[in-house]
């Protein structure tokens, strides 16, 4: 893999660009203070695998025990988010605790559907407050319909392709059901958020603000932490179900 890139939450891959946080692989016995001071975006990864914060000098081994994580998981994860994504991943580690795995995932789905979106809309609602009612609509229109698309997407997962997986773990297969189908149907959800950014930047008839400025960077912020995040379902959850589909049919 490339060290001249790392992608993040809240930045996407670009290997012409010279990274700001740390390269490297990061291990087990990593203080965990060091990662979260040298790659910010991974308090949400940590947060997402039910760690907290308080953990003083312990190192990443250490926190994930004491927090019930599978800390090979947790690296493969932080390590994947770290480094350049961009080439393609031909080795899964068979070790990864696919269980783990979608409790990872399950947060995320609640930190965007229950805090993430709600709070920009809220954002977003006073911020447009003092302009015309007919662009107001236009704007929370685009909004809710990209919120909509982002929960349909997640719910799927939710009530289908997590369950299926769990099945798989008990060794039970499901006849009509593949992850194959899911990778297929694994849609994209940019389109909306890209319109609604074009609205904001070039068409917003009024004086901005840091109030909507602060509001446009949470939208660039929650788009780019949102394409990190089926880069995880793509290139880490999905092969790890494929090869789980394959020990389940063997035995």
């Keep these: 893999m490339s ?3 790392i ?10 660009k010279k990274s700001m946080y740390k390269n ?5 016995t990593d203080k965990m203070s060091d990662l979260i001071c040298e790659n910010y975006p991974m308090v949400l990864v940590m947060s997402r695998f039910g760690i907290a914060l308080g953990f003083g000098e ?3 081994g250490e926190v994930c025990r004491l927090n019930g994580v599978d800390p090979n998981t947790f690296l493969t ?3 994947f988010l770290t480094e350049d994504i961009s080439a393609p991943i031909t080795d899964i580690d068979q070790s990864l605790s696919i269980e783990t795995l979608i409790t990872y995932l399950h947060n995320a789905h ?4 229950e805090f993430r979106l709600p709070h920009i809309r809220r954002k977003l609602t006073e911020a447009i407050g003092n302009c015309p009612q007919d662009v107001a609509f236009v704007i929370t229109k685009f909004f809710d319909e990209y919120a909509a698309e982002v929960k349909k997407h997640m719910s799927y997962e939710e009530k289908t392709v997590f369950p299926y997986v769990r099945n798989l773990l008990k060794g039970i297969k499901d006849p009509k059901y593949n992850i194959t189908i899911f990778r297929k149907h694994h849609d994209q959800i940019e389109m909306k958020i ?4 074009n609205i904001l930047i070039k068409y917003y008839p009024g004086a901005g603000g840091y109030l909507l400025n602060s509001v446009l960077f949470d939208i660039f912020a929650t788009e780019q932490d949102l394409t990190s995040h089926n880069h995880v379902e793509d290139y880490l ?9 394959k020990k389940v049919v063997q035995e």
Aim: proline content about 7%; aromatic content about 14%; glycine content about 4%.
């Design 237 to 245: 959850f999905v092969p790890a179900i494929l090869a789980l589909e």
């Design 58 to 60: 312990k190192n990443i």
């Design 194 to 197: 890209i319109e609604l950014k």
């Design 77 to 79: 994860v932080v390590n």
């Design 3 to 5: 060290k001249n890139c």
């Design 7 to 16: 992608f993040g939450p809240f930045n996407s891959p670009n290997k012409n």
């Design 24 to 28: 490297g692989k990061y291990r087990e």
């Design 110 to 113: 609640d930190y965007f559907l």
